[in-house]
């Protein structure tokens, strides 16, 4: 198949970036996203051009490194599907595909379609874990936890912090992320008992990195490659105000 | 010429690392603060090091490659994670779960290590759970298990299919903690290029901002590498595309012996190649094997749809070669049995290079539902990417280059052969022998990292508190930082007209071919000068384009595969001199009638230690003899 590719180009966070329009002729349906911009990469070498420049590892949907803004979608048009298990067979010959970075100010532009998430990083540090040395673990089921409760638990841990969250939200908020992991830990004992400091802690950390607020769109649930529910958004809600009514407060 | 000293404990396997343990030195509280620890790598076992580390009140610097260390690849790990807590009832224990890594192994590891790793698994389980890793339960709210890989007991803890990443995140979580008290400095998007070693002892790495390209010296009291496998040789692997060898390989220029490399696990079920412009196979998980059959046509060559083949046309011949095991021989046994058919011209797809596994019969027996309960998110992930429903048709899978058993030679204090560098998880070679056992390395990452490291690494720093904190301004630095901006402008130099990934791409075809699941002199010995005269051609055709002070993908990789030559000869030499098949090495003049693999432990049981000799220069083998007091060498039979 052929594809016109119209995709983002900046050399730094310094500089202005535009859109380079390039043409791709024989791609091959079964090619996986990336592997079509490798194979536009190699084109770009050869021509002794600069290759575009995108962040990805695994290629299986669980690092969650890669995530570009495909046809104005977070990881591009299927649900539930990051960029890297995206393939060409979505697309259709003589397409048109305007590829872009995640777009907030929390995630600045580093090159092409690299942004900076160092700022998801920084509200994990605020208070996503549980404080627990390695050695004083007590015996695993010596504490015994519904089922359904610990299934929830998982459902939110399954986050991968790639951000399209962030990038499908009008607001750029970062509710969705925060949310999982405050979810994950308030529901089980083993974090229950920290829960009204971390979520404290985490929404102000998440204030200050310049995340909007949630104006409950709905976006970033249906952009998540991993199915998030925004139930946790209402969960991290109900644990922030009752932390703020009823429970001390963080320094 | 270095005599190996593993360090290993006297005394009854079950008292040693107990009593061993005791007798550790250890490093005042107020001192540890003056003590300053490189770790590299944050899969499971640097994060799990690191945080443990920081946690005892050491000053600890840790370093990735990639924007955040939730991106390790041990993330992407799927079935679940081993310990021998014996929850079912079922006769597991320690020495179980021991005997069946050493037998898995192919008796061709360290008991001692060994055991200590199945020792310690169950403070792991209880560690993650303490840290609210959402392992699956059971209605009554304990913990849930199933079974893996050919062992008999069920040990095996699991989330979803998606254990790796539920562990990952607990270590992330344990050292974003540190991070934020201050015990644990955070360096994200660097790569180490090189090891310091200052008066015979590791003291520093160099390493390359990937934003900036700026080459920085960090210096410390210990170095711990913990930078995974190196399995990405191949190009074509299960591996994420980033994991590479490139740390391990200079640590090993530095003195480091490297022990096995040829042992390299070629995982049975993976999709198989779509396209040329693939550079990576995903993994199907291993339980698939449980319901699905594997089968090939009878007919060489046979393009009919996979339904239209009628049952008595089908070749099941995983059931007709290993009747007792049938679908659920080893991994090792599986590739080369996919291997052997398509070989004959028996594959399918277009390529030839592929088997099915079908689920016809479990969906007719089980109903479709019960299938999707157990398998629904892996049959989605073969939808994802081959666009077909193995619902209603067989999947392909073929094997793929997966885990690297072998790495950097380490003694029983996980410490290498240079004083002061320590290698954990699957960046050593201690505990997996010739082949893994499915669900046993996230386990002995973890292990490593936060309950053996930090007593032996402690010991070791112990006389290192009157050391005052390095300074990068030595001369080793200076000459370490001078060879690697070398190494860098070598290669942009070339101004070729090929890519990196075209040579790297070009490297693991040889390696695949000549030293992949079967191998034989000839061969080896072909591949040897393939690997040497793809290397000169590399240096005359490698293109990079930008410059080294900035983000350049392209020099990233071209770094990279500069080591990868090195490792690919390394690893062909290591499957020469072994002259015998264990495990997944197979070598093609050692089997038996029935084609299975022949072992020699009369003059093979060995740990097979390199030492490098310097550019081009011929390695030398160092063998640390494998002793076996406790358990009884026996043929691997699944017949």
């Known amino acids: 198949m052929e594809i016109r590719l119209k995709i983002w180009r900046q050399k730094n966070a310094h500089t202005k970036g535009k859109f380079e329009t390039h043409h791709l002729k024989e791609v091959s349906p079964e090619m996986s996203f990336l592997e079509m911009l490798d194979y536009l990469n190699t084109q770009l070498i050869e021509q002794g051009k600069e290759p575009v420049t995108f962040e990805h590892d695994c290629r299986e949907g669980i690092c969650g490194s890669c995530g570009l803004y495909i046809n104005g979608r977070p990881h591009g048009p299927m649900q539930h599907t990051t960029t890297c298990e995206l393939h060409m067979r979505e697309f259709k010959d003589g397409d048109t595909i305007v590829v872009e970075p995640w777009r907030a100010s929390a995630f600045p532009i580093i090159k092409d379609l690299v942004v900076d998430r160092s700022s998801f990083e920084r509200i994990i540090h605020a208070g996503g874990f549980v404080n627990i040395n390695a050695g004083c673990a007590p015996e695993s089921n010596s504490t015994p936890v519904n089922k359904i409760i610990s299934d929830r638990a998982f459902d939110a841990a399954v986050c991968i912090g790639c951000g399209a969250c962030v990038a499908a939200c009008k607001n750029s908020s970062a509710m969705l992320f925060a949310a999982a992991k405050v979810s994950q830990y308030a529901l089980l004992p083993q974090g229950k008992v920290e829960a009204a400091e971390r979520v404290q802690k985490m929404v102000k950390k998440m204030d200050e990195e310049g995340f909007g607020f949630c104006s409950n769109t709905y976006g970033c649930e249906f952009d998540c490659p991993k199915g998030i529910s925004v139930d946790f958004i209402a969960q991290m809600n109900r644990e922030f105000f009752s932390a703020k009514v009823c429970k001390p407060k963080a320094e | ?639």
């Open chain 2, 1 to 639: 010429m270095q005599k190996l000293d593993s360090k290993i404990p006297d005394g009854p396997l079950a008292e040693k690392w107990k009593n061993y343990k005791a007798g550790l030195r250890l490093v005042n509280p107020a001192n540890k603060k003056k003590l300053e620890v490189i770790v590299v790598g944050t899969g499971l076992a640097g994060a799990s090091a690191a945080s443990a580390l920081g946690e005892l009140g050491y000053n600890v610097k840790v370093f990735c490659f990639q924007d955040s260390p939730r991106r390790a690849h041990s993330v992407a790990a799927q079935g679940g994670i081993n310990a021998a807590k014996n929850y079912k009832n079922d006769g597991d224990s320690v020495f179980r779960l021991f005997h069946d890594m050493i037998k898995g192994g192919d008796y061709r590891a360290r008991e001692a290590n060994v055991y200590r790793a199945a020792e310690v698994s169950n403070d792991v389980i209880d560690h993650f759970t303490a840290m609210g890793v959402p392992f699956a339960r059971d209605y009554g709210g304990s913990l849930d298990t199933r079974s893996f890989g050919g062992v008999q007991v069920s040990r095996t803890f699991y989330a979803k299919g998606q254990t790796g990443q539920q562990c990952l995140l607990g270590t992330y979580s344990s050292l974003s903690r540190q991070i934020a008290k201050g015990t644990v400095k955070m360096f994200p998007r660097r790569d180490m290029l090189d090891l310091v070693v200052v008066e015979g002892k590791a003291r520093g790495i160099i390493t390359r901002h990937l934003l900036t390209g700026e080459i920085e010296r960090h210096a410390a009291h210990a170095v711990v590498l913990a930078t995974g496998g190196f399995g990405t040789v191949f190009y074509l692997s299960t591996l994420g595309l980033g994991s590479n060898a490139s740390a391990a390989w200079n640590a090993h220029k530095k003195g480091a012996l490297f022990a096995n490399p040829s042992f390299i696990q070629i995982h049975p079920t993976s999709i198989p190649v779509l396209n040329d412009y693939q550079c990576k196979l995903t993994l199907m998980s291993e339980s698939l094997r449980n319901d699905g059959r594997v089968w090939v046509s009878k007919e060489k060559g046979d393009k009919r749809h996979p339904t239209e083949i009628p049952e008595e046309e089908r070749d099941y011949y995983l059931e007709r070669r290993y009747p007792a095991f049938g679908n659920l021989v080893p991994r090792d046994v599986a590739s080369r049995a996919a291997k052997e058919r398509c070989d004959k011209g028996y594959g399918c797809g277009d390529s030839g290079l592929s088997v099915y596994l079908d689920f016809r019969d479990a969906i007719d027996k089980q109903g479709k539902k019960a299938i999707e309960d157990k398998y629904g998110n892996l049959f989605e992930m073969y939808e994802k990417i081959t666009g077909i429903n193995p619902y209603n048709q067989p999947m392909r899978i073929y094997p793929a280059g997966h885990y690297t058993m072998g790495g950097l030679w380490v003694d029983y204090n996980l410490e290498t052969t240079i004083p002061g560098l320590f290698s954990i998880g699957e960046s050593n070679f201690s505990d997996h022998g010739a082949n893994r056992l499915g669900a046993s390395s996230l386990m002995q990452c973890t292990g490593d990292g936060y309950f053996i490291l930090p007593y032996t690494l402690s010991d070791y720093l112990s006389d290192q508190i009157r050391v005052p904190k390095f300074r990068t301004d030595l001369p080793e630095f200076e000459e370490s930082e001078k060879k690697v901006k070398e190494r860098i402008d070598k290669v942009l130099a070339v101004d070729g007209s090929q890519t990196a990934s075209s040579f790297h791409k070009r490297l693991g075809k040889i390696l695949w071919d000549h030293c992949g699941m079967m191998r034989n002199a000839e061969g080896l010995i072909k591949g040897l000068e393939l690997i040497d005269q793809l290397e000169e051609e590399f240096w005359k055709e490698i293109k990079i384009p930008g410059g080294a002070d900035e983000l350049n993908h392209e020099l990233e990789k071209a770094l990279k595969v500069v080591d990868f030559f090195d490792v690919g000869r390394l690893m062909c030499e290591d499957a020469l001199q072994r002259e015998e098949s264990c495990g997944a090495h197979f070598r093609e003049e050692y089997q038996t009638e029935q084609g299975e693999a022949k072992r020699d432990d009369a003059n093979f049981a060995y740990v097979a230690a390199w030492e490098y000799q310097g550019p081009k220069a011929k390695p030398v083998l160092h063998k640390e003899p494998l002793k076996f007091e406790f358990v009884e060498l026996k043929e691997r039979s699944y017949k």
